[in-house]
């Protein structure tokens, strides 16, 4: 669905069909220069089981119009204007990578409108290199080409996707591709610049959940021992044989894991 | 600033999609006979067939081993996915009837393999899907046939049997201007010698009974989505972004992106005419995949050595091969296949028909039989056999005369290959009449 946000066109995939605000929502925050399509998978299977999905492109990303937004909190409050708009009060926040960062956020400053998080493929802080910005700047192929390749796991790199004929890192390239100009430097200087993000983990409230890639070269799973501190009471997933990308590289595991935090364990 | 390099090309042929067996640690790509696979639990079968988790159900949706096959060929070429085909003429069906149906229109080379020929020319338009033939050689001839209906552009990266350099660059150009994907059939070439997706190409498919296998024992076919083609934009494929009503009205433009082609073709195509290629033939094109640097390679340096002897011939009027002085896509070639231009070509005997049929008979290391792209040296005369249905003008205007010969050069000592041709000329110079060195 369309819907008019800060004076553009906001989109966000609902499942081929307008959301029903009297169900259980779910957010699902896309990663820096990605869009909804990274989540088609969770997103069917959550409308499957009754909830109501919305899966944004961030201003600037997929079907969005507007320009990039150049902090984390800033696409937090974008995304709650965004429920505002659309009615849904209360959603469990699911992000990845950037997109975590912005679950993140949006929970712990808005503690009424959620009811979990779950942060996937995650790091706080988040840095990210001066190579990889600088080429984000100039908008250098080789931007795309570094988080794809870093994106994966080594073993990956040589595919293996459990998605029948799917190239993993060619897809991911090709989605990369076709963000605009500009919008993953804005994406990765907002992952660089959170530095709030433990703070802000400190002050959730609901149930949490990192789902993490144990051999994830962008964000390692070393890098998560203080925002598992942080989070009270959270659990974590480690997927073996996993990177970063986890939607593509561990679908199914990562689906387990997302519906034991939505449906309670053995429900999912 | 430097990127970080993936794995190299022969790299990519032995490892690309494949991971130790999960069940058994085999190295090697089992074969997964099996027509179904057990689902672990009515909410993971219903998940299955929502497009929720991946795996596999049906051996004529996806199968372990040819998804290997599937991932493999997308790899090498630089795309986002891939199919497997029971067979080239598969693939092509396959990308054809997932971009339009009746009333469609196809702007192709004329330039084609026979069974192409005879798809475009002959059946599709009892479907209501028709093509105009133009000139590879003229891209301005594909822009000019264009019309509205038009959804699709097709060509070979390697015009049959001619050799025909389809500029890529050109021709995907003018598909690209009028909203339209460049379909390529790049079975001469493979992507060691070509990759038509990083020069313009949208889609690619490949006969993989040919030179991807080698070994000429399998009948396959394999089409890949290149994922750069913008379906929304054109606005001409309707069977991508609107709802499909055979899948509770999913766009695969808006839930695939990048990979919105091979979805709806996977989803709709297979299930529905379920043209797949058996495991077993998958195993064995992977097999083959294995060693395609090494092969190439040897393909074309005893191609160019038989083409060398051949040209010095008195018997022979004509040998087409791109990298001769005098070709006339001479400098295309150098430009688009710096590696070489695959091991089929084509030479014109003097004496015609009857000097053809003594050549044929007369050969003892090539094989008479209707492939190409085997390990094994082969041969055929086009007019007789693989291009028979098309008329004289037709056969005239494809550039095939009476005595015209295919060549398909294999792998064998190179020594053999041209005395058995020497052998071959003598025939047909004492058939004919015509002199010989």
Known sequence: ?268 | MAAPQGPGFDTLSLHAGAQPDPATGARATPIYQSASFVFTDSDQAAALFNIERTGHVYSRLSNPTNAVLEERIAALEGGVAAIATASGQAALHLAIVTLMGAGGHIVASRSLYGGSHNLLGYTLPRFGITTTFVDPRDPEAFRAAIRPETRLVFGETLGNPNLEVLDIPAISAIAHEAGLPLLVDATFTTPWLMKPLELGADLVMHSATKFLSGHGIVIGGLLVDGGRFDWEASGKFPTLTEPYAGFHGLVFSEEFGPSAFIVRARKEGMRDFGACMAPTSAFHVLQGIETLGLRMARHVDNTRRVVQFLTGESTVSAVRYPELEGHPDRELAAKLLPKGCGAVFSFDLRGGRKAGIAFVDALNVFSHLANVGDARSLVIHPASTTHHRMDAAALAAAGIGEGTIRLSIGLEDVGDLIEDLRAGLRAAAKATGEGAK
């Open chain 1, 1 to 268: 669905m369309k819907i008019e946000i800060d004076g553009f066109q906001a989109y966000c995939y609902t499942g081929a069909r307008a959301p029903d605000v009297s169900r259980p929502a779910i957010v699902l925050c896309h990663g820096a220069g990605m869009d909804h399509t990274v989540w088609t998978l969770v997103a069917r299977h959550f409308i499957r089981h009754g909830r109501s999905v919305i899966a944004p492109d961030l201003p600037a990303h997929g079907r969005s119009g507007g320009a990039a937004l150049s902090s984390v909190p800033a696409m937090a409050d974008w995304v709650i204007r965004l429920l505002d708009a659309i009615g849904i009060s209360k959603a469990a926040f699911f992000g990845h990578s950037l997109g975590s960062l912005v679950a993140l956020d949006a929970v712990s400053r808005h503690p009424d409108r959620a009811r979990a998080l779950a942060m996937v493929g995650t790091a706080v802080p988040m840095p990210v290199s001066d190579a990889l910005l600088a080429a984000a700047k100039a908008n250098d192929h080789a931007a795309f080409e570094m988080l794809t390749q870093f994106g994966y796991s080594k073993r990956h790199a040589f595919g293996g996707n459990s998605n029948p004929g799917v190239w993993m890192t060619g897809a991911t390239l090709r989605l990369f591709e076709r963000s605009k100009p500009g919008s993953l430097f804005a994406d990765l200087s907002a992952c660089n610049a959170y530095t709030e993000g433990l703070e802000r983990a400190a002050a959730v409230l609901c149930p949490s959940l990192l789902v993490l890639g144990a051999e994830d070269r962008l964000t390692p799973v070393k890098a998560t021992t203080a925002l598992r501190a942080a989070l009270a009471g959270s659990e974590a997933r480690i997927l073996a044989g996993s990177g970063h990308t986890l939607m593509v590289e561990a679908p199914n595991t990562l689906l387990d894991a997302l519906g034991e935090l939505e449906h309670g364990r053995g429900r999912g």
